[in-house]
Nanobody, 126 residues
């Protein structure tokens, strides 16, 4: 089975940019759809973005549309989440998740993703 591993979190100023990466151990990530989620104490775990295994079918939650971009490099077995115009509302622990099924409304539900990384912290300073 695949084991996602996130990297790239850190401290960024409001208005700045950050790129998160999701790599994988075990099976190749290119065989899986990948989702990004974030978790805060106030809102719990929320869906952020989705890509199918080709990178051609992507979806975003409304609050990040136009600011975040999900992409993948299957040759490098990596999925990226490029984040820009960051605000304090974006501060969270970010997780990538993998599953074998494509897009459906269930992709926004954490329980529909069987494989999860450990998370990476994003802090936004004002």
């Amino acid at each position: 089975q695949v084991q996602p591993v996130e990297s790239g979190g850190g401290l960024v100023q409001a208005g700045g940019s950050l790129r998160l990466d999701c790599a994988a151990s075990g099976r190749t990530l290119s065989s899986y759809a990948v989702g990004w989620f974030r978790r805060t104490p106030e809102k719990g775990r929320q869906f952020i973005a989705f890509t199918d295994w080709t990178g051609d079918d992507t979806h975003y939650t409304d609050s990040v549309k136009g600011r975040f971009t999900i992409s993948r490099d299957n040759a490098k077995n990596t999925v990226h989440l490029q984040m820009s115009s960051l605000t304090s509302e974006d501060a969270a622990v970010y997780y990538c998740a993998a599953r074998t099924t494509g897009w459906s409304p269930t992709a926004t539900i954490p329980n529909s993703w069987p494989y999860w990384g450990q998370g990476t912290q994003v802090t936004v300073s004002s």
